[in-house]
Nanobody
Framework: QVQLVESGGGLVQAGGSLRLSCAASGRTFSSYAMGWVRQAPGKERDVVAAISRSGFGTYYADSVKGRFTISRDNAKKMVYLQMNALKPEDTAVYYC?????????????????WGQGTQVTVSS
């Protein structure tokens, strides 16, 4: 089992940057595929970025491709989401999520463990 705690959210102007961090507990962090999922007001959760167990494989939703970068440090049990060129439509609660069963996953239903979420607000 793994516990996840996100940090780094906040209020930023359009065009700005934020870096989200996710701290994981547990001894087998490197065996989890990780992802960042966001939920905007009134909308369903969407996977915006995912990273494989090793960190060599990544996935990005079309809406964030070229602007967001996901990374992980297995030794520190951390996952990051660097968000650049932020847009008002990026406003959402961002969740860190872990999947123990796949090398990498883009499917929401495959994530078994979730953090509490961190709010990102982008003003125009």
């Amino acid at each position: 089992q793994v516990q996840l705690v996100e940090s780094g959210g906040g209020l930023v102007q359009a065009g700005g940057s934020l870096r989200l961090s996710c701290a994981a507990s547990g001894r087998t962090f490197s065996s989890y595929a990780m992802g960042w999922v966001r939920q905007a007001p009134g909308k369903e959760r969407d996977v915006v970025a995912a990273i494989s167990r090793s960190g060599f494989g990544t996935y990005y939703a079309d809406s964030v491709k070229g602007r967001f970068t996901i990374s992980r440090d297995n030794a520190k049990k951390m996952v990051y989401l660097q968000m650049n060129a932020l847009k008002p439509e990026d406003t959402a609660v961002y969740y860190c999520a872990a999947d123990p069963n796949n090398v990498i996953t883009t499917k929401l239903r495959e994530y078994d463990y979730w953090g509490q979420g961190t709010q990102v607000t982008v003003s125009s």
